[in-house]
């Protein structure tokens, strides 16, 4: 188990960026899944950004993306700070919605779409809010 807490969500008009963090305490063991996954009003929780990373038998990460971010947002981690970043570009107004990280402590199926439901910890999310 994990516990997640996001931040750096806000209001930017279109074509702006945003980086959101999420702080992460707990057990991280040899190998995780971290994602990001952001819900909009009256739609469902979709997964935007996936890192898997192992370290056997050497440290190999590795990261997907929604079809509709990809080239835009850029998902990282800072190991020594226990931290995992969304770096958003080019923001555009259906980005809108609150954006959630969330954990598991094995890598499974780590690809764009993976369901919430699928890992073990989330954070309570950050609001972004893309203007035009």
């Known amino acids: 188990q994990f516990q997640l807490a996001e931040s750096g969500g806000g209001s930017v008009q279109a074509g702006g960026s945003l980086r959101l963090s999420c702080a992460i305490s707990g057990n991280f063991g040899s190998s995780y899944c971290m994602s990001w996954f952001r819900q909009a009003p009256g739609n469902e929780r979709e997964g935007v950004a996936f890192l898997a990373w192992g370290d056997w038998p050497t440290e190999t990460t590795n990261t997907d993306y929604a079809d509709s971010v990809k080239g835009r947002f850029t998902i990282s981690q800072d190991r020594a700070k226990n931290t995992l970043y969304l770096q958003m570009n080019n923001l555009r107004p259906e980005d809108s919605g609150i954006y959630f990280c969330?954990?598991?402590?094995?890598?499974?199926?780590?690809?764009?779409?993976?369901?919430?439901?699928?890992?073990?910890?989330r954070g309570q999310g950050t609001q972004v809010i893309v203007s035009a």
């Open positions: 969330a954990a598991r402590g094995r890598i499974g199926y780590c690809y764009e779409d993976s369901r919430d439901s699928d890992f073990d910890s």
